[in-house]
């Protein structure tokens, strides 16, 4: 497994495989890898014959006073994961690298609702970062597939549309939620948690059994399974809701039916950390 810290580095490898035949995947990822990025590079090996994994905490998609410089990071151990999990290529570029001069004048951005719902609300900028730096890394990499997890289903959703609007001509695969034996969905910033926090982050892997058990039993009111999901954060005192809502899958709409790929999702602060968890309507499983 190689590791490349300019975009030059990365751009002759991947010509390279590219000349050879050999299909490319994308892994982007801000390191402290988990098991959840794990199940991503792994799948990027089985379906692509070089995959790329991106380690970069990317600072146009952090606002003023979220974890920009508190975001663990502990790149020897991510490359233990890269490897193990069949990566080729580590891509861990310095800020300067990404961005000259520490800064873009450049960003891409979707200009309909979509980014304003769910964590657009309380992170306004958040997706304009994160559709820019994936579209930095899908012009570094031009790979053929690249692999986002369904924990971050509003970011999916908007990489899905950013790709069709630009006509990117990459596939993009979305991986299932890993979670930890409990229930909790794997994040990097579980690590903020105190012991005590981490048992009250329970609530969020709690309500979405619930949700999912309402919707399960036939309960098509989004209004009557979110109310009820929020009364069982509520009653967690280290929990603060930000946000519990059900939108249409695709455009991130609010609805108050449930119907086939509706996202139920929320974010919850444990303290000061803000944690995010969902479910997807699926009718034929009831
Ligand atoms: P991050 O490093 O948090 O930016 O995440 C990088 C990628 O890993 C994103 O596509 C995330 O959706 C995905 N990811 C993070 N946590 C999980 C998880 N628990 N299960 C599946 N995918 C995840």
């Not at 999916?156 to 939620?177: F, N, T």
Request: aromatic content about 6%; glycine content about 6%.
């Amino acid at each position: 497994m190689k590791i490349a810290t300019t975009i030059e580095e990365v751009r002759a490898q991947v010509r390279a495989w590219h000349k050879q035949g050999l299909t490319v995947g994308l892994v982007p990822t801000m390191g402290y890898l988990h098991e959840g990025h794990a199940s991503l590079i792994k799948t990027s090996a089985a379906r692509c014959d070089r995959t790329v994994v991106s380690v970069f905490v990317n600072p146009t998609q952090f606002g003023p006073g979220e974890d920009l410089e508190s975001y663990p990071r502990d790149f020897e151990r991510d490359c233990a994961v890269c490897e193990k999990m069949g990566a080729d290529l580590v891509f861990h570029p310095a800020v300067t690298e990404m961005y000259p001069g520490g800064q873009t004048a450049t960003y891409v951005e979707i200009l309909d609702d979509m980014p304003k719902q769910l964590c657009g609300k309380t992170r306004p900028i958040h997706f304009r970062g994160v559709c820019t730096v994936v579209s930095k890394l899908f012009n570094i990499v031009q790979p053929e597939r690249a692999f986002f997890g369904e924990k971050d289903a509003q970011q999916l959703a908007i990489v899905r549309r950013m790709v069709r609007d630009l006509s990117y001509g990459i596939e993009i695969v979305g991986c299932p939620i890993v979670r930890e034996l409990d229930g909790l969905a794997k994040s990097s910033r579980n690590t903020y948690l105190s012991p005590e926090e981490r048992k009250a982050a329970l609530c969020l892997s709690q309500a979405v059994r619930l949700g999912k058990k309402m919707v399960l039993e036939g309960e098509r009111d989004a209004r009557v399974v979110l109310n009820a999901m929020r009364n069982l954060i509520a009653h967690e005192p280290l929990a603060r809701i930000d946000y519990v809502e059900a939108v249409d899958g695709e455009t991130m709409a609010p609805t108050d039916e449930l119907y086939d790929n509706v996202l139920v999702a929320m974010a919850v602060y444990i303290g000061s950390t803000r944690l995010i968890d969902n479910f997807s309507v699926k009718l034929q499983e009831g």
